[in-house]
């Protein structure tokens, strides 16, 4: 199973990655999901009931911490690709701690770091970076 995010920072699981995704995990479907659930942030949409805020229900998401609020700490008119690279880099610093937590069978993508071949995969909670064809990491 995998885990995939989006650009609006949003988590979903997938037998395949749909288009427009990006992998951010993969591994046995009941590890995979505790553990993404524990460590992404949990969204909700809530609506006014008898003049209070209520939960609605059946509105929960996952999250990638920082993504969908990364362009609002970038002054007044962002670029496009400004906006990209500070979601980026959220999804690249999550995915760095991530990695450093994931249980044993939890394999945690971090070759879509700018310009950094290879994933990480977890061994006894901890990483190890495995760079395909033997690559070392890009510098940055």
């Known amino acids: ?3 995939v995010c ?3 920072g949003h988590i979903e699981f997938a037998a395949r990655k749909p288009k427009g ?3 951010i995990a993969r591994g046995e ?3 995979l999901h505790d553990f993404i659930c524990s460590v992404a942030r949990h969204g909700y949409s809530t609506e006014m009931v008898k003049g209070r805020r209520t939960k609605v229900p059946g509105s929960d998401t996952l999250l990638v ?3 969908p609020e990364a362009e609002l700490f970038l ?3 962002p670029s496009i690709d400004e906006v990209q690279a500070a979601k980026s880099d959220k999804l690249e610093e999550w995915l760095t701690w991530i990695a450093s937590h994931a249980p044993v069978g939890v394999k945690v993508n971090l070759s879509c770091k700018r310009g950094v071949p290879g994933g990480v995969a977890s061994k006894g909670g ?3 970076v495995t760079p395909p064809l033997g690559l070392a990491r890009a510098a940055r």
């Open 1 to 3: 199973m995998l885990a």
């Open 6 to 8: 989006f650009a609006s």
């Open 21 to 23: 995704s990006i992998e």
């Open 29 to 31: 479907p009941r590890a």
């Open 65 to 67: 911490p920082g993504v």
């Open 75 to 77: 002054g007044p008119k």
């Open 126 to 128: 901890r990483a190890e």
